[in-house]
Nanobody, 115 residues
Framework: QVQLVESGGGLVQAGGSLRLSCAASGIFFSINAMAWYRQAPGKQRDLVAR???????NYADSVKGRFTISRDNAKNTLYLQMNSLKPEDTAVYYC?????????WGQGTQVTVSS
């Protein structure tokens, strides 16, 4: 059974930092390209950052230079380090494959950035 469990969200002031984690089970994590997505209220779910099995990364323009995606294949865990947070980063953050599979969406983790 595949599970992607996000954690690490919270309430933070603008300019602050958070580190999100995504614990994966039931998949061959190390060979899969993974990604972080986010969905703000009333908006569609958007890709934030992605990472290949080999560690190459790619970011949405809105987070470039502020967010860092990484992975620990030994722990089957995906990370998102978020610095210099802005109120517009407020959203529920999810992890999934780079080509997301609808059945694998988890509960996500809420990130709220106050101004």
């Amino acid at each position: 059974q595949v599970q992607l469990v996000e954690s690490g969200g919270g309430l933070v002031q603008a300019g602050g930092s958070l580190r999100l984690s995504c614990a994966a089970s039931g998949i061959f994590f190390s060979i899969n390209a993974m990604a972080w997505y986010r969905q703000a209220p009333g908006k569609q779910r958007d890709l934030v950052a992605r990472i290949t099995s080999g560690g190459r990364t790619n970011y949405a323009d809105s987070v470039k230079g502020r967010f860092t995606i990484s992975r620990d294949n030994a722990k089957n865990t995906l990370y998102l380090q978020m610095n210099s947070l802005k109120p517009e980063d407020t959203a529920v953050y999810y992890c999934n494959f780079v080509v997301p599979i609808s059945d694998y969406w988890g509960q996500g983790t809420q990130v709220t950035v106050s101004s």
